[in-house]
């Protein structure tokens, strides 16, 4: 079994052809999950999902903004221009290590990022849920990422699956594991960050998946219930809340 980090090539955001996201889902662009997100471009090419928690703050995983590669704040406006944001601030959770996956230690993949301009108002912020899900529970899992594995092409528009909570290790305080039946449906390169939804708010943000070609299989997420604390202190200092129920 293959994992990886779902991060995308940027270069083909330049191109004015439709893509596609989440491998076997469906474009959902009037989703309440499209509306409270964007993308994550960074300089060495990285694509990646974020969920956006205010105007000039969004949460996607640490792995799209730790390093020494600049980031941008990526959409496109009404017209349908790509827009280009950059960052007054950027927050990666202490318990986040780089390492995780290939050492098979626990890792809190998750980073808030803040925009160096507020986002537009048709973004919504997402509400987000502080009780995890149970084992069969069916989730919405969403992103940017690429629809056809390897083909970075098919990235860039919002899509999401809805796929059942799975316990492969057993119950988890900081991980939720979703997979389809014929594991050809779920996350793939480019949805790192995206939001995980059940009942209308953001209970987990995808970090990586598995499978053959490296989408489609297990696809996990780290809860963000558990990490409410460093979520709102966090916040606070930047003089924004997010909404929680």
Same mark, same amino acid.
């Given at each position: 079994?293959?994992?990886?980090? %779902?991060? *995308?090539?940027?270069?083909?955001? *330049?191109a *004015?052809?439709?893509a596609?996201?989440?491998t076997?889902?469906r474009?959902?662009p009037?989703?309440?999950l499209?509306?409270a997100?964007?993308?994550?471009?960074?300089?060495?090419g +990285?694509?990646?999902s974020?969920?956006? %928690?205010?105007?000039?703050a969004?949460?996607t995983?640490?792995h799209?903004?730790? +390093?020494?590669?600049?980031h941008?704040?990526?959409f496109r406006?009404e017209?349908?221009a790509?827009?280009?944001?950059?960052l007054a601030?950027?927050?990666?959770?202490p318990?986040?290590?780089?390492?995780?996956?290939?050492?098979?230690?626990?890792s809190?993949?998750l980073?808030?990022m803040?925009?160096a301009?507020?986002l537009?108002?048709?973004?919504?912020?997402?509400?987000?849920?502080?009780t995890?899900?149970r084992?069969?529970?069916?989730?919405?899992?969403?992103?940017y +990422?690429?629809?056809r594995?390897?083909?970075?092409?098919?990235?860039?528009?919002?899509r999401?699956?809805?796929l059942?909570?799975?316990?492969?290790?057993?119950?988890?305080r900081?991980?939720?594991?979703?997979? *389809?039946?014929?594991g050809?449906v779920?996350?793939c390169?480019?949805?790192? +960050?995206?939001?995980i939804g059940e009942?209308?708010?953001?209970?987990?943000v995808?970090t990586?998946?598995s499978?053959?070609?490296?989408c489609g299989?297990f696809?996990?997420?780290v809860?963000?219930?558990?990490q409410?604390a460093?979520?709102?202190?966090?916040?606070a200092?930047?003089?924004?809340?997010a909404?929680?129920e």
């Amino acid at each position: 079994m293959v994992a990886r980090h %779902l991060t *995308a090539a940027l270069l083909v955001l *330049a191109a *004015a052809t439709e893509a596609r996201a989440v491998t076997g889902g469906r474009e959902d662009p009037a989703s309440p999950l499209a509306g409270a997100s964007v993308m994550v471009l960074s300089s060495r090419g +990285g694509v990646c999902s974020a969920v956006v %928690l205010a105007r000039d703050a969004v949460l996607t995983a640490a792995h799209c903004a730790a +390093g020494p590669a600049e980031h941008r704040v990526h959409f496109r406006d009404e017209a349908g221009a790509p827009v280009l944001v950059p960052l007054a601030g950027v927050s990666v959770h202490p318990g986040y290590d780089a390492g995780a996956i290939s050492g098979r230690r626990r890792s809190i993949d998750l980073a808030l990022m803040r925009p160096a301009t507020p986002l537009p108002a048709r973004f919504s912020a997402a509400v987000l849920g502080e009780t995890p899900p149970r084992a069969g529970a069916s989730l919405s899992l969403g992103g940017y +990422g690429v629809a056809r594995p390897g083909d970075a092409r098919s990235s860039g528009t919002f899509r999401t699956a809805d796929l059942p909570v799975v316990e492969p290790y057993g119950p988890s305080r900081i991980l939720v594991w979703l997979r *389809a039946g014929d594991g050809r449906v779920g996350a793939c390169e480019g949805d790192s +960050g995206g939001p995980i939804g059940e009942g209308g708010r953001v209970v987990a943000v995808t970090t990586w998946t598995s499978g053959a070609k490296g989408c489609g299989g297990f696809s996990q997420g780290v809860l963000v219930g558990p990490q409410r604390a460093w979520i709102d202190r966090i916040l606070a200092g930047w003089g924004a809340a997010a909404r929680w129920e």
